[in-house]
């Protein structure tokens, strides 16, 4: 289900890509193959009458030089085509996503003209099906590479230069990204997961993702709140419709509607949380998330807000 | 011989070089949101001066520690006020100049505390990890720390002279706003 290969493509591109890989594939087989019968055929029959004449050899290396040539030129002609179809996607009809790379998780705003509209989400990228999807890269820190095999081919995420890719899935799923670029001691822990799913469900998802934060109507998440708000939380993470504002972290309104907490590394439960939350180096060592030295209860507060009603 | 020598001499820089970078990553995470008594000043009235207090940086010339300091520095928004050091809302960080002590424990007591005109306390903010993070590289700022230890370059363009070769500026107290 969890499906993180090139060769079950789920967009047009990808397609492509994976049309060209096989074509590759085949053709580079078979020249492997008979450059080895060919050299196979010379060794066993070398020195056999004292070796072709002049004209026999010019005539094979001929027959050889325009045999690679043709095979070249087929091979670019195709690669050249699937760039074309790759490129095919740009319109003005489509929905524009930011993703900012971090060191080490997907930084993700879904945007839209008016500001309080805006969607701004971690790690997990849902898309409506059969709709062109313009993404915008960015980096904060290092070079980071987008790439979900399903959908497209890589594209680098370098500081100080917007990239952008287009993508149209064409099958519902879930399918997995990853960082494809050495970006530090977590580059394994940086995935991304991509849900493609019908329209209307989109829509829904996407209207819940614009209200503001968890509720706080349980005595322990109205303490929860206040330890987001007022502890080192809101530091670095956004809780919308609260105090907590802070812009270097992910941002946690609806991290419990999420599938997966740092980048894929665990899956979200209050269990998973808590253990996150009371020791993330121990989790994922080296994340720029500290251990906060929160109490038990503490913890537990905070997961109550946080954690939704997993 | 000449074999022996060198290799004596690579293999004494490479243990030299063996604490540069140590990353703690399981820094004990007490809750330190209480800071002892740390005096601002140097001065004092009468009698012998009192003793130190015990509170000792854990950062002191990592460079790993520093570098992390960098980045929070900007991360957290220290750059808003004191700039990369030149200061602007709020004072310099790269001069001699120190309203409330350039020692860690003064530095640190001041992120924990907040100070006066503008300074907001960070004690409920931070971890204590980063508050450490901070001090060492807020060190790094006016040469207070080995020069191999402190950064070397920054992530963005370069602005200024980097922190690894800043001359140590001499701690002067003020007590008040210059």
Redesign the interface.
């Given at each position: 289900m969890n499906m993180q290969s090139m060769l079950a493509p789920a967009g047009l591109q990808a397609a492509a890509i994976e049309r060209l890989w096989w074509i590759f594939l085949i053709v580079t087989s078979l020249v492997f193959v008979a450059v080895i019968v060919a050299l196979v055929a010379a060794i066993v029959r070398r020195n056999r009458d004292g070796g072709p004449s002049d004209r026999a050899a010019f005539r094979g290396v001929a027959a050889a030089v325009i045999a690679t040539a043709v095979t070249l030129i087929g091979l670019i002609t195709v690669d050249a085509f699937t760039a074309r179809k790759l490129a095919s996607l740009e319109t003005d009809d489509r929905m524009v996503v930011n993703i900012t790379g971090r060191q080490w998780w997907w930084d993700i705003e879904y945007q839209h003209p008016l500001p309080s509209m805006r969607v701004r989400t971690a790690n997990e990228l849902r898309l409506p099906v059969g709709r062109v999807v313009q993404i915008n890269l960015q980096s904060a820190d290092v070079i980071h590479s987008f790439w979900v095999p399903a959908l497209h081919g890589k594209r680098d995420v370098i500081p100080g230069h917007a990239n952008e890719i287009w993508l149209k899935a064409d099958t519902p799923g879930r399918y997995r990204g990853q960082c494809a670029e050495f970006c530090g001691l977590q580059h394994a822990h940086m995935a991304l997961t991509v849900i493609v799913e019908p329209q209307d469900k989109f829509a829904e998802w996407i209207a819940a993702q614009r209200q503001l934060g968890p509720s706080d109507a349980s005595e322990q998440a109205a303490r929860g709140r206040q330890i987001v708000e007022r502890g080192p939380c809101s530091t670095c993470h956004t809780v919308r419709g609260t105090d907590a504002g802070g812009r270097v972290g992910p941002d946690l309104t609806h991290v419990s509607a999420r599938q997966t907490i740092a980048a894929g590394t665990l899956p979200t439960s209050r269990e998973n949380l808590r253990k996150w939350i009371d020791n993330p180096q121990h989790v994922k060592p080296g994340v720029r998330m500290p251990a906060l030295g929160l109490s038990r209860d503490d913890i537990d507060a905070v997961v109550a807000y946080l954690g939704g009603t997993q | 011989m000449k074999f022996a020598v060198t290799v004596c001499v690579l293999g004494t820089i490479f243990v030299l070089a063996c604490e540069r970078e140590q990353?703690d990553?399981?820094?004990p995470?007490?809750?330190?949101r209480r800071v002892p008594m740390i005096p601002v000043t140097d001065f004092h009235a009468g009698g012998s001066p009192p003793p130190p207090p015990v509170v000792k940086s854990p950062f002191e010339d990592n460079a790993y520690a520093m570098s992390e300091g960098k980045r929070l520095y900007s991360?957290?928004n220290c750059v808003g006020c004191h700039a990369h050091g030149g200061g602007g809302i709020g004072p310099a960080l790269m001069d001699s100049t120190w309203i409330y002590g350039g020692r860690p424990e003064q530095i640190y007591a001041s992120i924990v505390q907040g100070r006066p005109n503008g300074m907001p306390s960070f004690g409920?903010?931070?971890?204590?990890?980063?508050r450490w993070r901070l001090v060492a590289y807020v060190q790094s700022m006016s040469g207070h720390v080995s020069s191999d230890a402190a950064p070397g370059r920054d992530?963005?363009m370069q602005t200024t002279v980097p922190e690894s070769r800043r001359a140590q500026q001499p701690i002067l107290f003020t007590g008040s706003q210059p």
């Open positions: - | 990353r990553l399981q820094f995470s007490e809750d330190t991360w957290y409920q903010r931070l971890d204590d990890a980063d992530d963005a």
